[in-house]
């Protein structure tokens, strides 16, 4: 599965801190299929409040829901909290 460096560097700095973290939804679907991924979604263990001490630049997008956006190299990447893994 091709993952662009930006991905890359996120998925090191939340398992780097300790928390479990999947690639997930359509970028999964889009590759196994044979496509480029448009865009990646991440789970993680790391709660909302975790992922926004790790990365500086983020926004609470759906904090409510666990989700937090973390921006890395001007690209959206949507990191969300997922209990039990």
Not at 9 to 17: D, G, H, K, M, P
Not at 58 to 71: A, F, L, Y
């Given at each position: 599965m091709f993952v662009p460096e930006e991905i890359k560097?996120?998925?090191?700095?939340?398992?780097?801190?300790g928390y479990l973290t999947y690639l997930v939804g359509g970028c999964v679907r889009d590759s196994l299929i044979g496509s480029k991924p448009k865009d990646y979604d991440i789970a993680t263990s790391a709660t909302p409040e975790k992922v926004i001490e790790i990365f500086d630049k983020?926004?609470?997008?759906?904090?409510?829901?666990?989700?937090?956006?973390?921006?890395e190299d001007g690209e959206h990447i949507e990191v969300t909290f997922r209990k039990g893994i």
């Open positions: 560097r996120v998925i090191e700095a939340l398992q780097s801190n983020s926004i609470p997008t759906g904090i409510q829901h666990g989700t937090v956006t973390v921006i």
